[in-house]
């Protein structure tokens, strides 16, 4: 700054007094300023190195406190594991988040009553912890600060504690019993069980409770995850005072054999019955109207559920993974719902909504069905055969999802769509033949269909998803290049139609294209210019992360995917795209034109921008 000033005053002088300056005189000024100048230029470059320094040192600084901090969390994470026992001194007033978190040999723990909270996760892993005072100074208790405390058996909550958080005691496995101080104003505790001081809450049922539950007449609110976990109780029995019960409220009972509804309860709650493998029968009172997310999921034994006449609601996964399932029974009145040979069906029997798991071998749909809904055949895995009527329209996304033993499925030509997520994880599933009729195929419709080696038809197809045949033998690359028969200008395309869907051995040409580089040409040696034109579309990422150098289409496009070209570093010339085609924003991401590396040249018809103006960095 002071050289600036200096310079600044000098140029100013040599300004306001170059009239009056004889010439002669003038050449010392200039030298004196030239001086200056380079003193000033030399000062700039010595400030402009000490700051790249200063940028060195820091960078390093960060880089040695990580590994410090790393290297100290190991240790730490050592010791964690082999602390048994635990005494705080009075003076400490505060134990962070997740302070014992993982000490699975704890057994003992001391904590002063100066502490006036118990953060969240602070004991959570603490497998080994029997027994633990809670001080008198305690008025907060966070979400799952005991979570997994397995031989956890008893806890006391003294008097000045006014907020339990959820999730304190999950996972508590050998908890028989919570105790609350008489003289607690917000909590109390009756039979071992945490309830609200007027009583009509139950919060939390010890997960170590054996047999039988009652709840008494009094209490009205059954809270979120009051039971969960509870695995040894086999039989619970609500009042009928029950108004509501909370999410995932009976959720792992997984010995639960009995439970009653009460007539009050209008909706059963996401996850309620979740993972409760030993309930075989329950009865949905009149009343209820709706049937959450996953409320009898994984309820591997029940065989048979009536729906009645109220219920105007069942939402996705509601009996999902329900493996015995054989027979929907829908009251007659329902204005929503039917069941037609314990299939649950749309009133107007147009769509099917849910078939039962348990039914096995072959199923023909009927001909008034025109929709299969979503997640409508999902995990029945007892099913092996298919067929599917011409009046069927639209097949829902995961309508097959994990349909394991299925071996054959024919697609009529009146389906137009083939949703997300379809048929993924069909392992059995060996071949599939696209009609025509089919213009979109949704994204991972066949993933995971180990294998699916064969794909016929689609001569129709507009757009292909996201991974729609990932991890098929269809999509398999080879897996060294000698295993490929190059032509000069040969390119493998995975074609279904039309339709680039992928390449064989992109894995393979990428390895090589990597090694290929020649440091001296600045150059790789595998470098593709590809003529496209004929071809519909491109899946999305079919084509992603290829040694492209630039591409061609014509008017048969239709559509270019999300990250088709996606990291085709050397991507720099695109021709072709007619102005009716839909291409995806992501398209052409991280290629050069993107990060501002070279010049990227893209010719396309008039119009087809309209919708990308102000993404991407396009200019005007």
């Not at 190195?49 to 730490?76: F, G, S």
């Not at 509501?244 to 007539?263: M, R, V, Y």
Request: aromatic share 10%; hydrophobic share 30%; net charge negative.
């Amino acid at each position: 700054n002071d050289l600036e000033n200096k310079y600044n005053e000098q140029l100013n002088q040599i300004v306001n007094e170059c009239e009056v300056i004889p010439s002669n005189e003038l050449k010392k000024y200039t030298d004196e300023l030239e001086r200056v100048s380079k003193q000033y230029n030399n000062s700039m470059s010595e400030i402009a190195n000490t700051k790249k320094e200063i940028d060195d040192a820091e960078k390093e600084l960060k880089i040695r406190c990580e590994n410090q901090r790393v290297n100290a969390d190991n240790d730490l994470a050592i010791k964690r594991t082999e602390l048994e026992s635990v005494k705080l001194g009075n003076s400490v007033t505060y134990i962070g988040a997740y302070a014992f978190y993982g000490c699975s040999k704890l057994n003992h723990i001391y904590i002063p009553n100066n502490v006036t909270v118990i953060k969240e996760n602070t004991f959570k892993g603490c497998s080994n912890l029997t027994d633990i005072t809670i001080p008198q100074g305690v008025t907060e208790i966070r979400y799952s600060a005991f979570e997994n405390c397995s031989k956890l058996h008893h806890i006391y909550i003294p008097a000045n504690v006014k907020d339990i958080s959820y999730g304190v005691f999950d996972e508590c496995y050998s908890l028989q019993k919570i105790k609350v101080d008489p003289n607690n104003s917000v909590y109390k505790s009756e039979d071992g069980i945490l309830y609200y001081k007027k009583g009509e809450t139950a919060i939390r049922i010890p997960c170590g409770k054996r047999g039988n539950v009652t709840i008494p007449s009094n209490v009205k609110y059954i809270e979120s995850r009051a039971f969960i976990g509870c695995n040894k109780l086999e039989n619970i029995h609500l009042p009928s005072s029950i108004k509501t019960i909370g999410d995932g409220a009976f959720e792992q009972c997984s010995k639960l054999k009995n439970i009653n509804i009460p007539a009050e309860i209008k909706e059963l709650n996401n996850n309620l019955f979740e993972d409760c493998h030993s309930l075989t029968n329950i009865i949905i009172p009149e009343g209820v109207t709706k049937i959450g997310w996953e409320v009898f999921k994984g309820c591997e034994k029940l065989k048979e559920i009536k729906i009645p006449s109220s219920v105007t609601e069942i939402k996705l996964n509601a009996f999902d993974e329900c493996i015995s399932m054989f027979n929907y029974n829908v009251d007659s009145k329902n204005n929503i719902y039917t069941s037609e040979d314990g299939i649950l069906l749309s009133k107007d029997k147009s769509t099917i909504v849910k078939y039962p798991c348990g039914k096995k071998g072959n199923y023909t749909i009927p001909s008034h069905i025109n929709r299969i809904g979503e997640k409508a055949f999902s995990r029945c895995s007892n099913l092996t055969n298919i067929v599917i009527p011409t009046s069927v329209t639209s097949i829902g996304d995961y309508a097959f999802e994990s349909c394991t033993n299925l071996t054959k499925v024919e697609i009529p030509s009146s389906v137009t769509s083939i949703g997300n997520n379809t048929f993924e994880y069909c392992s059995n599933l060996t071949n599939i033949e696209i009609p025509d009729s089919v213009t979109t195929i949704g994204a991972y419709a066949f993933e995971g269909c180990e294998n699916l080696a064969w794909v016929d038809g689609g001569w129709g197809l507009e757009r292909v998803g996201e991974g729609a045949f990932e991890d098929t033998p269809f999509l398999y690359g080879v897996e060294s290049l000698d295993d490929y028969n190059e032509d000069d200008d040969y390119f493998d395309y995975i074609l279904v139609g039309d339709f680039i869907v992928g390449c064989h051995g992109r894995d393979a040409f990428w390895q090589e294209y990597e090694e290929s580089y020649d440091e001296e040409m600045d150059r790789y040696d595998w470098e593709w210019e590809l003529d496209l034109t004929g071809y519909t579309g491109v899946a999305d990422g079919a084509l992603q992360y290829l040694p492209i150098t630039s591409l061609v289409f014509d008017d048969s496009l239709l559509s270019v995917g999300e990250y088709a070209f996606a990291d085709c570093e050397l991507l720099k010339y695109v021709e072709g795209i007619p102005a009716t085609a839909s291409v995806a924003e992501t398209a052409f991401e991280c290629t050069p034109y993107v990060d501002g590396w070279e010049a990227f040249h893209l010719l396309i018809e008039d119009g087809v921008l309209v919708e990308y103006d102000y993404s991407l960095g396009w200019d005007d």
